[in-house]
């Protein structure tokens, strides 16, 4: 059921939406993207990641990659989020794809209820906002497939835990793993593993 989502905050101005991917996951570096995208963007498959099979989300995002006017995908990796812990990293994450875009933006989108400002541009905390808006949509669409990606090549790495099917949430599985192995250097040490 395709769902219609706004295009712009305001029609007028250069729009950035910012989503991450992989908070709530026990390993693995959590990822966000920041997009730009035309003004007469639509794609009537686009939809928070979450809402997405991961089918329809490897079939967006090079339609994203290719009509956005600029996008960008960066990480924090398992070390940081220990070090200043999964919010700051998220939102790390986030200043990051901001620092990458070709284009600057004038207003920041954000998904969720907690940002810290990225320079002197103006930002606006959206909760539930990669469903409620394109641009966020879009960037939740590419940080989920960034990081699933990069979750099935360190799978080959550390086979045992799964990474591959269960993207490092905490499964059953994932937990009766770590139980057994141990933890991988990829592992979110101050995460309540098992």
């Not at 960034?146 to 599985?173: L, V």
Request: with cysteine; proline share 5%; glycine share 6%.
């Amino acid at each position: 059921m395709a769902k219609t989502l706004l295009g712009f905050f305001n029609p007028a101005g250069v729009e950035a939406g910012c989503d991450e991917a992989g908070r709530g996951c026990l390993a693995g570096p959590v990822f966000a993207a920041a997009v730009i995208l035309t003004k007469d963007f639509y794609h009537p498959l686009l939809n928070d990641s979450k809402q997405l099979t991961e089918k329809e989300r490897e079939f967006l995002r090079p339609i994203i990659e290719r009509e956005a006017r600029a996008w960008a995908v960066a990480s924090a990796d398992a070390a940081e989020i220990d070090k200043i812990n999964i919010l700051n990293a998220s939102i790390l994450s986030m200043h990051r794809a901001l620092d990458k875009l070709i284009i600057k933006p004038d207003l920041i989108l954000v998904d969720g209820n907690r940002f810290k400002p990225w320079g002197e541009t103006r930002h606006l905390c959206i909760t539930g906002g990669d469903g409620k808006y394109a641009s966020i949509a879009a960037a939740s669409v590419l940080a989920k497939s960034y990081r699933d990606e990069f979750m099935r090549k360190i799978a080959q790495e550390y086979p045992m835990y799964g990474w591959d099917k269960n993207m490092a949430y905490p499964t059953k599985f994932h937990r009766e793993a770590i139980r057994e192995s141990g933890i991988s250097p990829y592992h979110r040490k101050t995460f309540r593993l098992l």
